[in-house]
């Protein structure tokens, strides 16, 4: 199977650059799946799971908050706030988190309040549900 340079850019730098067989990204119109020679292409990424599946099939589960795509040239660029590998997630932590949001969400007034809280929660149930898959 033919590959393709694969690079995952935070705000701390680079934490990943690999040739890669496939990618599957959670966009905000959908998932979407990526091959070699994919024709040149941009979208929003939802908050989610990435699978990056490696040579001989070897597939590795992350966590990307929201960010951008970019494929070109044979090469996927994801931009995001966020990501890291689904084994380093802190499952307790992130149910706290989720516990915490939720109770904070029941006691919000404030638009602007509400939609960040609402945000956090979504980012530490996905945080959840990708570490939960590994049990």
């Given at each position: 199977?033919?590959?393709?340079?694969?690079?995952?850019?935070?705000p701390?730098?680079k934490?990943?650059?690999?040739e890669?067989?496939?990618?599957?990204a959670?966009?905000?119109?959908?998932?979407?799946?990526?091959?070699?020679?994919?024709?040149?292409?941009?979208?929003?990424?939802?908050?989610?799971?990435?699978?990056?599946?490696?040579?001989?099939?070897?597939?590795i589960?992350?966590?990307?908050?929201?960010?951008?795509?970019?494929?070109?040239?044979n090469?996927?660029?994801?931009?995001?706030?966020?990501?890291?590998?689904?084994?380093?997630?802190?499952?307790?932590?992130?149910?706290?988190?989720?516990?915490?949001?939720?109770e904070?969400?029941?006691?919000?007034?404030?638009?602007?309040?509400?939609?960040?809280?609402?945000?956090?929660?979504?980012?530490?149930?996905?945080k959840?549900?990708?570490?939960?898959?590994?049990l």
């Amino acid at each position: 199977m033919a590959n393709f340079r694969l690079e995952i850019v935070t705000p701390k730098g680079k934490i990943y650059s690999k040739e890669v067989e496939f990618v599957l990204a959670r966009t905000t119109e959908g998932d979407m799946g990526i091959l070699a020679n994919h024709a040149p292409f941009v979208a929003e990424l939802a908050v989610g799971e990435m699978i990056v599946r490696e040579e001989k099939g070897k597939e590795i589960p992350y966590y990307v908050s929201g960010g951008f795509l970019e494929i070109n040239s044979n090469k996927v660029i994801v931009l995001v706030d966020e990501a890291m590998l689904a084994s380093e997630i802190d499952l307790e932590m992130a149910r706290r988190d989720a516990a915490y949001a939720e109770e904070k969400l029941r006691k919000l007034t404030e638009d602007k309040n509400l939609v960040l809280t609402q945000k956090t929660l979504h980012e530490a149930l996905v945080k959840v549900s990708i570490a939960e898959k590994l049990l």
